[in-house]
């Protein structure tokens, strides 16, 4: 049998699936216990031991100096500026993308400007933020909307754009006017491909994210990890980098799972 | 005065001529069916009732008045897909209309005048045998009972021309049966004005209350764009035969040879 016809059944795939995760880890395992019988006080490759206990300190017990449950407080901290970021990005794109997906005189007029300030790096132009809009909030939240909003604008107006042209005509001679035509034909639509979009766009707003916390904050996942950097604390280092992992994911599944209930007509191949 | 009148229209898209010297007269309540080959022209004129295309010369006119530059809701259409709205249920997907009509800005309906336009829209549901599907989502309907609902959204705005730009091409041959018999019913029962373009010339024979044939006079095997199409017989249906048909058959052929070549 060809080798693109055969299909591992539920139990091989699994198997399959969770065998690189095993090979990952007993790898480090191995080499963090040989670099631990060398020197037991060895920072780089910390074993199990070393990082129950530094998330127990981070995690579940008050910090000395401020008195706060550090993970928990740079949890919080960076959940808001991305929810932020993203949240205000979407809209935006929401708004721009319908505009330039449904009006073709918005599109003549924006739909160039959209693009290039898509192509605009936006760690490039962080430093600016920073002079603009100080050290606050504000250019962090700014740094994400600015490099996710222009591409789900783009995906947005796309989206719009793939409607067929039928379903245009068709509510037309429905009587519908202009703003009827975005509010009951292109907006209910194109709603769960924003979800998509945000999916999408959750890799890089984490990058933003990290990459303004680690130059410029108090608190935050990115913050703590560069900050503890500097005494080569892998043990608080790995843990945060996997929380913030799982935290994509779970958010990530968390909107998959939304768009599902929301919207059955478009998981159901209804589009 | 005629309903619709056509006088001497002409379409081109720069140096190909699609459609020269169109003359038509159609009266209310018509049924029109319009074939012939691909290219020439068919689907261009009912783009043009639509208001989807404006011609480059001559007269369209309904009733003495020019016809409006964009679809609006006088002129039904249904496509042979994507007509419907894939975010709507059956039932949402025929109360658009009427709460597109009333509610110019929220364009939803609300509490009693919603109970009243659904009672006109189940009545039209039923009318076209989707009664028991009305809380479906259409992707669980099959292609016929898509185009069912597709029709049952036009008519329910009460259009003057109902326009179907090859409804059925797209379904099985038992299913085109129950869909003919559905249109010949409604339009009885609603006497509105059907022009229905179709590839198939048995189904323009047999629907309908006038054959449209759309074919051209001249072809030059070595500029196949140079002439347009014009309608070449415009005949009354139930006058027609066998050989007619045969007639017909072959001049059609002959030109959609012609295009491919």
Known sequence: MRLINRTPGRLTATALGVLPFVILLLIYGAASQQRLADNPNDKLLPGLEQMTAAVDRMAFQEDRRSGDYLMWVDTLASLERLGMGVGVAALMALVVGLANGVLPLVRANLAPLVSALSMVPPLAILPILFIVFGLGELSKVMLIVIGTAPIMMRDVAQRVSELPGEQLIKIQTLGANSWQVVTRMALPQVLPRLIDAVRLSLGPAWLFLIAAEAIASTEGLGYRIFLVRRYLAMDVILPYVIWITLLAIVIDQCLRLANRRLFPWYNAGGH | ?261
Not at chain 2, 37 to 61: D, H, I, N, P, Y
Not at chain 2, 165 to 172: C, K, M, T
């Open chain 2, 1 to 261: 005065m005629s309903f619709i009148s056509v006088n001497k229209l002409w379409k081109e898209y720069g140096d190909q001529v699609v459609l020269e010297n169109l003359n038509l007269e159609v009266e209310q309540g018509e049924f029109c069916t319009l074939v012939g080959a691909s290219g020439c022209g068919k689907s261009t004129f009912l783009k043009m009732l639509l208001g989807q295309e404006v011609q480059t010369r001559g007269e369209l006119l309904l009733e003495g008045d020019t016809f409006p530059a964009e679809p609006d809701r006088n002129r039904g259409i249904v496509f042979q897909r994507y007509s419907v709205f894939p975010h709507l249920t059956v039932r949402q997907n025929v109360l658009m209309g009427l709460e597109l009509e009333q509610k110019p800005i929220l364009g939803k309906l609300f509490g009693s005048a919603r109970a009243e336009a659904l009672e006109k829209v189940d009545d039209m549901l039923e009318l076209v045998g989707l009664g028991p599907s009305a809380n479906k989502w259409p992707h669980e309907l099959s292609g016929g009972m898509q185009q069912r609902l597709a029709i049952a959204q036009s008519l329910i705005m009460r259009p003057r021309v109902l326009l179907l730009d090859e409804p059925f091409g797209a379904l099985d041959p038992g299913i085109r049966k129950d869909m003919h018999e559905l249109l010949l019913r409604l339009w009885r029962e609603i006497g509105i004005t059907i022009f229905m373009v179709t590839h198939d010339l048995h189904e323009g024979f047999y629907l309908g209350t006038r054959l449209l044939v759309f074919d051209k006079l001249r072809n030059d095997p070595h500029a196949p764009n140079a002439y347009g199409a014009t309608i070449t017989y415009d005949l009354p249906i139930g006058q027609t035969d066998e050989h007619l048909l045969r007639d017909i058959d072959q001049s059609v052929t002959n030109t959609a040879r012609n295009q491919a070549a």
